[in-house]
């Protein structure tokens, strides 16, 4: 038989029984929509990492207390020797593999902003936070040394604190602000980031120096974090040595506090959206393998209804391999129509999806993981039903009532 006249055959059938073959594709639609979906939620967090870090050199890193080892002193928080300035100053100064180290701690306080109250996170900085995090004044000035030292009451804002409540950001600088009852004058607004950095939401911070954060803000139960930046990618592990080795000499228990680079960090990060894809691609694998177990069903029904017809096609001189491919065909034709309806439904569905706050990022492998996926399906699950009705026996077949 050509393969023009089978392929006649087949739309033939595929037409004659349309809803039969919707209501078995429906598990293939689904099927590819969520393969396609999940692949675009797994690149989208994995995106949403690597910029989430992109700000951020590969050469940073953290120093940040270990909550399981912090467990062991709560009946005593106090037992844990904080960082403080002078100590990452004494850090800093020697430490031959270190380009600069901050310190910085945050706490919630009732913040009055051009008339408005909020109870707000605020952040403790030293000055280098500015180099370490990227993080430039727009407008205005940046929280200098001085102000550390001196405990200025000043404070930066993020972009988008200086926008919501003064309209522009410009006009920020130079107004003053009240936390916890201090008045603190607004020097500067920081860029616009768009997204975290590091440990921080930027946009959304109202900044102050450390020193004044320690004095007026943070809490007593509060332990400050300290994040560095080694002087070059290549001495990322010797800083972190030497500042493992500087911790157990300045602090008694200085194995309470983790250092970790951000590439670590990152690493971790990633690892994590891609066993997220994995769970999830693995539930739309059973979606496949449900649905191509319809696909199997609707299959032997149909060599069931149309045994007469295979007769007459092995009495026509049809060969086995024939018959077989005919109703492989078909189960792969199902498959394939289930595939494209999907990827159609899951074009209408992505946009969508920002109102659920989960990042996706659109990609032609997901098109083609699904269409993959559909494919063998088909050609798994069609192919025993195909068999079957390519060991028909002329005779028998042409009898079938």
């Known amino acids: 038989m050509k393969l023009t006249e089978m392929l006649r055959i087949i739309w033939i059938n595929i037409l004659q029984n349309k809803f039969k073959v919707i209501l078995s594709s429906l598990g293939i639609i689904v099927g590819a929509a969520t393969i396609v979906l999940v692949i675009a939620i797994g690149q989208g967090g994995e995106a949403e990492i690597t910029k989430q870090f992109g700000d951020l050199s590969a050469a940073t890193i953290y120093i940040n207390p270990d909550e399981s080892k912090r467990a062991l002193f709560n009946t005593d928080i106090t037992k844990i020797e904080r960082l403080n300035y002078e100590l990452i100053k004494e850090i800093r100064e020697e430490n031959p593999y270190l380009d600069d180290i901050m310190l910085l701690d945050s706490g919630l306080g009732n913040v009055t902003i051009n008339g408005e109250a909020y109870l707000r996170n605020i952040t403790g ?4 936070y500015e180099k370490i995090f990227n993080l430039s004044a727009a407008y205005g000035e940046n929280i200098t040394e001085y102000d550390v030292e001196e405990k200025s009451l000043v404070a930066v804002l993020g972009y988008d604190v200086a926008v919501c409540n003064y309209g522009m950001a410009e006009y920020a600088v130079g107004e003053y602000i009240s936390i ?3 008045l603190l004058k607004v020097i500067g607004v920081l860029g616009r980031k768009g997204d975290n950095v590091g440990v921080i939401l930027p946009d959304f911070s109202v900044f102050i120096p450390y020193s004044v954060g320690e004095e007026y803000l943070f809490s007593k139960s509060s332990i400050p974090r ?3 930046l080694a002087n070059d990618i290549s001495n990322v592990d010797t800083a972190m040595k030497w500042l493992r080795s500087s911790l157990t000499y ?4 200085g194995d309470v506090y983790t250092i970790e680079d951000v590439g670590s960090r990152m690493d971790v990060a990633l690892q994590s959206a891609k066993i997220m894809s994995m769970v999830l691609v693995s539930v739309a694998a059973i979606i496949f393998i449900v649905s191509g177990i319809g696909i199997m069903n609707v299959l ?11 007769g007459i096609l092995k009495a026509l001189g049809c060969s086995e391999d024939n018959i077989l491919l005919q109703f492989l065909l078909e189960s792969i034709a199902i498959s394939v129509f289930g595939s494209m309806a999907g990827m159609l439904l899951s074009v209408f569905i992505m946009p969508l999806m920002k109102y659920t706050e989960i990042p996706v990022l659109p990609s032609v492998g997901g098109q083609l993981a699904a269409l993959f996926f559909s494919l063998l399906t088909g050609t798994v699950f069609g192919f025993y039903p195909a ?9 028998d077949a042409l009898n079938y009532e």
């Open 180 to 182: 916890n009852n201090k």
């Open 125 to 128: 900085v030293t000055s280098e």
């Open 300 to 310: 032997f029904v149909s060599v069931k209804e149309r045994t007469r017809e295979i």
């Open 226 to 228: 300290a994040v560095a």
């Open 387 to 395: 068999y079957r009705a390519s060991k028909e026996k002329p005779i």
């Open 250 to 253: 300045f602090l008694d228990n």
